[in-house]
């Protein structure tokens, strides 16, 4: 469990989805982590993969999740991109942090795109 939990809002849409408040599409879910559908899908596959800790960022979980959270979400985020059928097309793994990245959800979450060509990984060049 994260250390950080004045900075952390009960209240955030991924943290009801835990609490089961409100559904969500599961795709898997284990002891540490809940992968669930994208309510807004930007590719043919668009699945969220989120740990169970309260952690905002990955600033957050990098510095107070225990090791088996962190290995755990990991393989979770592989596992998941299997059960999506990706593992051998391929896929995009993409973590927003901060204002600069457009987090909107202040809990932290792997998005996993695939299902065809992603293109180039960003449109905005430098
Ligand atoms: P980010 O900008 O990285 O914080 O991405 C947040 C993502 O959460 C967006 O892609 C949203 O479409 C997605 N999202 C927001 N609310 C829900 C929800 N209730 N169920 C599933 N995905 C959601």
């Not at 849409?13 to 559908?37: M, N, Q, V, W």
């Not at 995009?92 to 180039?120: C, S, Y």
């Amino acid at each position: 469990m994260s250390n950080n939990k004045s900075a952390y809002d009960d209240n955030n849409i991924f943290a009801r989805i835990l609490r089961g408040e409100i559904p969500c599409k599961k795709i898997y879910e284990d002891t540490h982590s809940l992968a669930f559908e994208d309510i807004h899908p930007q590719a043919p596959v668009h699945t969220l993969v989120i740990p169970k800790g309260k952690y905002v960022s990955m600033k957050d979980f990098a510095e107070n999740a225990p090791d088996a959270e962190i290995a755990a979400l990991l393989r979770s985020v592989a596992k998941v991109a299997e059960i999506k059928g990706l593992k051998e097309s391929g896929y995009r793994i993409l973590a927003n942090a901060g204002a600069d990245a457009h987090q909107e959800v202040p809990h932290l979450h792997f998005h996993i795109f695939g299902g065809k060509a992603l293109g180039p990984m960003l449109v905005d060049r430098i």
